[in-house]
C-alpha cells in the first residue's frame, strides 16, 4: 500500500509544463467530430498507441485460444443459503505448434457468487468481475473456497515458491471485496487469483501463460504481465456469458492499483465489458503521467519491467513525451459506464490527475450522446461522489491506496442507475389448484413456420446456416494403419472446437460410418 515514497514530486507548483493528449484529435492534428470518426479512426489509433508504447500487443494466437471449462463445485446453499458457489478451472491449450515451458501457467480458476434468491427465481444477474492479488480464498471466509497454490519469494531468497496458501489467509482481504454486500443487492461476484496466469515477480516468465502462445521475446511490441492478466480477465468473461447465472451483457470489470491497469486495458480491448470500475489505478493506468506527480515512468520501469511491453523503456525520463496516456485509456472504455476512485492519501497514484483523466476522457463520452462530466467540472471535495447520474462517475475518499467499503456501495449506486437495480424479489411458490389445460387442437401450416422463426431467433441461429469451417492442425500415424487428426471446427457461432479423428491411414473411396464421442472434458483425457 505504498502512497508516498521520498524522493518524488508530490507538489503541484512544480509540476512542469505540459500539454494534455487530446482524445479527440488524431496524431496528425484531424480533429475527431463525428463518432464514426471516433470508431473507425481515432479509437483503433489509441489501441495501437498503447499497444505499441505500453502494455504490447495480445498475440492472435492467445485471442483464438481454447479454453476447456471444468466445474470443480457447485453448491446451491454457500454461505448458509445467501449464495449459488461455483468453482470453475479454465484450462488454456498452447497454440497449435507452440511446446511451452513445462513450468508454464495454464489453468485459472474462477470462483463465482451468485445471489440465491436470482438463481432459484432462475432470473440472471449482473455480476462484478475482478482479480485478487492473493488467492481466492481471501475474498472472503468461507471454507468451501478451494484455493490454488500462490506464489511467494521468501525473504533473502531468490527462488520463487508455489504453494498452498495458509488457513490465515482465509478471509484476509473480506473488507477490500465486500462480496456479501454485492450479493446482498443482488449482484453476482466473479474472482481469480492473478497468480494463476503468471507470478508477480522479475524473473518468472518461464512461469507465464504467456508461453503458451509463444517464445516470450524483446520484440518492442511483445505483451508483459499486464497484458496477460487483461487477457485472463476475458477469458473469464467467456465462461461467464454462457452461465446460464449471470446476465451476459451486464458484467462490470473491476481493478485496484496494478490490477487496475488489468482491468482499464481488458476492458479497452473487450468491449463485452459493459462497465468499468477503476479503482487507484494510477500512473501507467487512468492517471495522467505527464503530470510528473508521483510515480514516474523510471520507477514503474526499473521495479516492474515485466508489466510492460520492452518500448515503455523508451519513455523513462521522458514521461512529459510518451503519446498514451490515462485520459486516452479511459477514453477507450466510451461509451461504457466508467467509474474512476481515487484515494486522497494516494499521493502516489496522483488524485488530481485521474479526475482530469476522467474529466477529459468524458469528451469522447459526450460525443458518442452520453452524459459525462462537463470540462469545467472542478475537483469534488472528499467522500462526494460526481457523476453518479451520468456514463462517468469519480470520487476521491479520504484514507489511503486501498479498496473500501465506501467505494463499493457508490460503484452499485452507479451501476444500479445505469442498470436498474437488480430484482430482489424471492421467487414464489404456487399454491391452490392449476387451471386445466386448454384442450389440444392441430396447429396451422403457418402457426408452425411462425415457431420456427421464433426458435431460430431466440437461439440466435443463422439463416441460411454457414457450414462448418475445419482446420487440419496435424496428422500423424499414431499406430500401423491409423492416423489421428487434430481438428479445430469453426462453428456458426464464431465458437472454436477442437477434436481427435482416428481414421484408417488409407481410407476407402467410400465414406465411413463413424462413432463421436462428445465429453465434457477434453479429447486429451
Known sequence: HTQHIPGYNYDESKIPPYTLLDPLRLTDGHAVTTSQEWFTQRRPEILRLFEDNIFGVTPAAAKNAITHARIIEHNEHALNGLAVREQVDLTFEPAPGITPSPHAQRTLRLLIYIPAAAAAAHHPVPVVLGLNFLGNQTVLDDPAIQPTPIWIQPKGSAELQHVAPTDETRGLATQQWQVKMLLSR?????????????????????????????????APNAWGAIGLWAWGLSRALDYLVLDAYVDPSHVAVIGHSRLGKAADWAAAQDTRFAAVLSNESGHGGQSIQRRALGETVAHLEHS?????????????????????????????IAPRPLYVGSAVGDEWSDPKGEFLSAVSASRVYKLLGKPALAPDTPQP????PIGL?????????????????????????????RWGKPDLTPPTTMIGTAEPPLPPHPATTAQINDWRREIRRTLFIPDPLPKPEPQIVSSTEITSGVTLDKVIYTTAYGLRIPADVFRPTHAPAAKLPAIVVVNGHGADK
Do not use: M
Not at 516492474?304 to 479511459?330: E, M, Q, R, S, T
Not at 471535495?381 to 462526494?384: Q, S
Not at 447520474?389 to 451501476?415: C, I, M, N, P, S
Open 381 to 384: 471535495e472528499l467522500d462526494h
Open 304 to 332: 516492474f519491467p515485466y508489466w510492460f511491453c520492452p518500448n515503455y523503456a523508451k519513455w523513462v525520463d521522458h514521461d512529459a513525451d510518451i503519446p498514451a496516456d490515462g485520459n486516452l485509456l479511459l477514453s477507450l
Open 186 to 218: 443482488g449482484y453476482g461476484f466473479a474472482t481469480a487469483y492473478y497468480g494463476d496466469l503468471e507470478p508477480d515477480f522479475k524473473n518468472a516468465a518461464q512461469y507465464s501463460a504467456r508461453n503458451l502462445f509463444g517464445p516470450i521475446d524483446n
Open 389 to 417: 447520474d451520468g456514463y462517468v462517475a469519480y470520487h476521491e475518499r479520504t484514507g489511503k491506496h486501498d479498496v473500501t467499503a465506501f467505494d463499493w456501495q457508490h460503484y452499485l449506486d452507479f451501476l444500479d442507475n
